[in-house]
């Protein structure tokens, strides 16, 4: 009796591996290509790291396909391997999108 009840619910495991693969799919769907940065946002992007003052940064980058928003304080940036160690991540510069400008003020005072 106890083998019946196995074949009887067999079947169905076979949806989670099909989940897996769905997945894959749904998330592959929605991947975006990767915005260009604009001039200015490249020297923005710039200057807020030449000026970087120990403060908590918003940033916009970009990871396989997809757009994410990081806050967090830079730990190290290392300029040979061309990347920025954060609080728990390594982030290429050329993935950064956009930096949120924490003094926009500067420049006109």
Known sequence: MADRGMKRWLPFSALIEQQVYLDKMIYEKYKVEKPRVSTEQARKIDRILKEY?????NMKIYVDGYIYEYEGKIMKLDI???RIVLEN???????IIDIEDPNPFEDVL
């Open 80 to 82: 040979n391997k061309k």
């Open 89 to 95: 991540i390594t982030i290429p510069i050329k993935n």
């Open 53 to 57: 003052d120990n403060s908590i940064l």
